[in-house]
């Protein structure tokens, strides 16, 4: 006996007990254990079902109603347990019902024991191979039935054998309807002029059929679904076709996938083409790959031609270098962002073109394609600059100039003061000598008129003087009038209105009717044209504006110009009024100079208001427009 069936259990099914109990005692001495002897059918089951036999040695003539056969055949069906057949009849009618029942074996009495026990191991071994293979099947039915993907498993002649809950979704046939039919009545393709599925054609033709992408399956309720299809024969050692598997995998989520990553790809290009920056993606060896249509007017040339050329042919030389070093860094990953200034040549020559550069990388995976180049364009900056340097010294020489003109009119103030003091006494006296009559001859009365005279001249000229002083110190070109402040506002948020569309910002106007300021009205207008430019450009899309009164304070008329935008950090309030400081938003795609700030608060102290400022970072800010009620 092997050693592997040392353990085996065995049921004796005998009606006859001496015979059972000397097979019992056979079977021990062979080094089997008997687990229990059964002299009818209904006794055999209750031992099996309640021990597990691994093999049952069956008499076919048993005590009671059910025989040896119809007690072996439920125990096939129930237990799935082996059965060798002991018994004396061997007429073809009793072999017939006994071999539908599968037996491992059928012994006739008389036997030799050594029979026995070689078609025990027989059966053993052919019992344990067929559990094994029936795990096996188990093994590969319940991983078919966990994969993602739908798996149709065809017989020799293309008719579903077996199909995985997946392609029951999928095809909307359940497993235990599907089962025998051609499997073409299963897969049905939208548009599909090959009568042939694919699993035919991989057992016809004994090959793989590769993968046919987002085909249409039409399912078993008329509904369509994209799926990937393939197939491939499975054949046995002897290269004799046994059956086809096919495999669907749902190709909607992939197919929605590719929908997004196109429309993306599409943004992008949308975004690239019609940047107001310059923009290219450059190749690591230096080529232009692809530029937009704001680089070409840069550059003075086509995209055709820039791509003909070498990034590095027309950067300045000066600035080769340092763009060399700050593209190194970019590539080793210190940064995700490089930034530097740089000077481009134009195709066809001309002046070089001083450039703003940001740089960065762009990847697929792990790995670097190209360059992102944004250029924006100094030169405008540049001029700006330069013409802001020549007005601050323009203004630098007016201030000198006031400051003379001040100290001018000091001297004047003081000089005409010190002049009053004497002159005033000198015709005061030659008053008093024209009232008492001194000197009543001709020539006394004469030099005293002289006197007279030539001291009021004297006295209208230095009121001229202090005239022409006191016009000086308050020259500022402010015409203060009785002013609409709904009026102001109105006309400012009309010229306003295409920067607000442009930004997506909404603007709204709660002031209320008939308040009046005093105020130039042009600047006035001025100012608020600032504040609301400011509060448009840093607002959020979808933000607003919104501009209110107030009269909590009696006497005065206070202007609300309050937005959603991205508000002022706290540490950068301090730094708001300093001329040409923007708060960090130099770079940005935002245009302002830093100073309309500055210049609507002087306006407004000149006008005899006030301007206030508050925020809060991400929330919005709050613009306070003080003025006298009119």
């Known amino acids: 006996m092997s050693t592997e069936h040392q353990q085996a259990r065995i049921l004796i099914v005998e009606d006859e007990v001496v015979v059972a109990l000397d097979l019992k005692m056979q079977l021990q001495d062979m080094g089997y ?96 191979m067929e559990q094994r293979l029936r795990e096996s099947e188990r093994w590969f039915t319940s991983t078919l039935r966990c994969v993602q993907d739908g798996v149709v498993i065809t017989e020799s002649d293309a008719r579903v054998r077996f199909m995985n809950a997946a392609a029951e979704a999928l095809t909307g046939w359940p497993m235990e309807e ?50 990937d299809e393939s197939a491939a024969p499975v054949d046995d050692a002897r290269g004799h076709r046994l059956d086809a598997a096919v495999v669907l995998r749902d190709a909607t989520e992939r197919l929605r996938h590719e929908d997004r990553l196109r429309a993306s790809e599409q943004r992008f290009r949308s975004a690239f083409d019609h940047a107001p920056l310059g923009m290219a993606l450059v190749a690591l060896d230096g080529n232009f790959i692809q530029v937009n249509d704001a680089l070409c007017r840069l550059l003075n040339g086509d995209a055709n031609r820039l791509k003909g050329c070498s990034h590095g042919e027309l950067t300045h030389q000066e600035d080769v270098e340092h763009e060399r070093d700050r593209l190194h860094e970019l590539l080793i990953g210190g940064v995700t962002v490089v930034q530097f200034e740089k000077r481009y040549l134009p195709l066809g020559g001309g002046l070089p073109v001083s450039t703003l550069v940001s740089v960065s990388l762009l990847r697929e995976g792990d790995d670097t394609v190209c360059y992102l180049y944004q250029v924006h364009d100094l030169t405008a900056q540049r001029k700006a600059a330069e013409q802001l340097a020549e007005i601050t010294q323009q203004r630098m020489k007016a201030q000198l100039a006031e400051a003379e003109n001040r100290a001018k009119n000091e001297f004047l103030s003081r000089m005409s003061h010190e002049l009053r003091t ?156 300093r001329p040409f400081d923007r708060l960090g938003k130099e770079r940005s795609p935002i245009p302002g100079t830093g100073l309309g700030l500055v210049i609507a608060r002087s306006l407004m102290e000149q006008m005899g208001g006030s301007f206030n400022i508050t925020s809060r970072l991400g929330e919005g800010t709050s613009v306070c427009l003080e003025l006298p009620a009119a």
């Open 178 to 227: 599907a089962r025998g039919r051609p499997i073409g009545d299963l897969l049905h393709f939208s548009g599909a002029t090959d009568q042939q599925t694919s699993a035919e054609h991989a057992l016809h033709e004994g090959r793989v059929i590769g993968v046919e992408h987002a085909r249409r399956l039409i399912a078993r309720d008329g509904h369509e679904v994209a799926v």
């Open 422 to 577: 004497p002159l005033n006494a000198v015709l005061g006296f030659a008053q008093l000598m024209k009232i008492k009559g001194i000197g009543e001859n001709s020539s006394a009365a004469a030099y005293t008129e002289h006197i007279l005279q030539a001291g009021q001249h004297l006295l209208m000229l230095v009121d001229d003087v202090l005239d022409l002083q006191r016009a000086s110190a308050g020259a500022n070109n402010l015409h203060v009038s009785r002013v609409s402040i709904e009026a102001s506002v109105r006309q400012t948020q009309e010229f306003l209105s295409p920067l607000a569309g442009q930004y997506g910002v909404r603007m709204e106007c709660e002031v209320e009717p008939g308040l009046h300021v005093l105020a130039d009205d042009v600047r006035l207008r001025q100012v608020l044209l600032n504040v609301g430019s400011n509060a448009i450009k840093y607002n959020k899309p979808g933000g607003s504006l919104k501009c209110r009164t107030d009269l909590s304070i009696p006497g005065r008329v206070r202007l609300h110009v309050d937005d959603t935008g991205i508000g002022i950090a706290p540490e950068a309030m301090e730094r708001l009024f």
């Open 33 to 128: 254990t008997v687990i229990g002897i059964a002299d009818s059918g209904e006794r055999a089951l209750a031992l099996a079902r309640e021990w597990q036999p691994d093999l049952t040695l069956m008499d076919v003539r048993l005590k009671g109603a059910m025989d040896g056969v119809q007690a072996a055949a439920v125990m096939r069906q129930e237990l799935n347990a082996p059965v060798i057949y002991l018994t004396s009849f061997s007429d073809p009618e009793t072999v017939r019902r006994a071999a539908k029942t599968g037996p491992y074996g059928y012994l006739t009495k008389p036997f030799e024991i050594k029979e026995l026990g070689a078609a025990i191991e027989v059966a053993l071994y052919k019992s344990l």
